[in-house]
């Protein structure tokens, strides 16, 4: 059974850092695009930022680029968010999502993914 579980979430004060980890079940875990979503309390999900199956192409949302930045180690399965530079209105559920699909693909699914870990909670106060 393919399964996505996140990690690293907690409570920080705005203008610390927090690295969120996503662990992938996949033996093909480098054929998948992947990504990262957040739904604050109240609001509706929205994207943060994906990555192509080799790390090599990457895309974030206008309101986390340059603060945050994805990254993958496919030999430990693994997909990373580093948050720099944290306000309190980053604060929301973190999702990990994966596709076995291109990465444009992936942005154009609109949230429509295949796979979705159970979230992890980052909460920032001011």
């Known amino acids: 059974q393919l399964q996505l579980v996140e990690s690293g979430g907690g409570l920080v004060q705005a203008g610390d850092s927090l690295r969120l980890s996503c662990t992938f079940s996949?033996?093909?875990?480098?054929?998948?695009?992947m990504g990262w979503f957040r739904q604050a309390p109240g609001k509706s999900r929205e994207f943060v930022a994906a990555?192509?199956?080799?790390?090599?192409?990457?895309y974030y949302a206008g309101s986390v680029k340059g603060r945050f930045t994805i990254s993958r180690d496919n030999a430990k399965n693994t997909v990373y968010l580093q948050m720099n530079s944290l306000k309190p209105e980053d604060t929301a559920v973190y999702y990990c999502?994966?596709?076995?699909?291109?990465?444009?693909?992936?942005?154009?699914?609109?949230?429509?993914?295949?796979?979705w870990g159970q979230g992890t909670l980052v909460t920032v106060s001011s």
């Open positions: 999502a994966a596709d076995r699909v291109p990465l444009q693909t992936f942005l154009d699914k609109g949230g429509y993914l295949e796979l």
């Open positions: 996949a033996r093909t875990f480098s054929m998948y695009s």
């Open positions: 990555i192509n199956w080799s790390g090599g192409s990457t």
